[in-house]
């Protein structure tokens, strides 16, 4: 049996999630104040505590997964998507994009997509290119691959920072209505302050959503960036 023969059937039986992020309690972004944290570079080590400090506050995130590090956590990835979190692709081994040519810059985005796709048994729609670096050809070719952009409204810096108290400031500080705020789920010390900065969060009015609940309906087309 192939790969696409095998996902069909554990669909079937149930053993791997039907478009999960859409299958999450609906949140119309239309009507309430919706906010969307995204985390990079997972999974890690850590990543299994946030999607618990997420569930606990009954918050959703959008994950971008280095491919090669899919297959070292499997089942924290099967969890990320039965949990109705969003994943998308984050190259397979996190280079500066527009420095490669365009075979490498396509083989980075579809050995992502498909090393989530062989556990998850849904392919990626979405990509964040590391360090930020695109430009017009490496969204060019990420479209030519069935992919679309997500870049942020604001980013933490919590790689630099390092700090639970000052994590939590930059992102009470960043949030805005359909923003899109940047972290990884590899620092520690962002997991550790996710508690505190969830509930405070909540406390001001905000929905923790999705990227793609922010789109209030809308989907991404491959090759377009958002926001």
């Not at 099967?78 to 190259?91: L, S, V, W």
């Not at 498909?114 to 050809?137: H, I, L, M, Q, S």
């Amino acid at each position: 049996m192939g790969f696409r023969g095998l996902v069909a059937a554990l669909l079937i039986v149930g053993a791997l999630p039907v478009n999960a992020a859409e299958a999450a309690a609906k949140v119309d972004c239309a009507k309430v104040r919706c906010l969307a944290l995204t985390f990079d570079d997972g999974p890690g080590r850590y990543t299994a505590t946030l999607l618990s400090h997420l569930k606990k506050e009954k918050a959703k995130a959008t994950f971008f997964l280095m491919g090669k590090r899919v297959p070292e956590r499997p089942a924290v990835v099967r969890r990320m998507a039965k949990e109705g979190h969003e994943i998308g692709a984050h190259t397979y081994s996190h280079p500066y994009l527009t420095t490669l040519p365009d075979e490498e810059i396509t083989r980075e985005l579809e050995s992502a997509r498909d090393a989530v796709a062989e556990v998850t048994g849904k392919e990626p729609a979405t990509f964040r290119p590391p360090y930020g670096d695109t430009d017009d050809r490496v969204l060019e070719l990420a479209g030519a691959s069935g992919l679309a952009q997500v870049m942020w409204t604001g980013t933490t810096l919590d790689w630099s920072l390092r700090d639970e108290k000052k994590i939590k400031a930059a992102v009470l500080r960043l949030a805005r209505r359909d923003g899109v705020i940047l972290m990884h789920d590899v620092v520690p010390q962002t997991v550790r302050a996710m508690p505190g900065i969830l509930r405070e969060l909540k406390k001001r009015g905000y929905h923790l959503v999705t990227v793609s609940a922010l789109l209030k309906g809308r989907r991404l087309g491959a090759g377009e960036s958002y926001p």
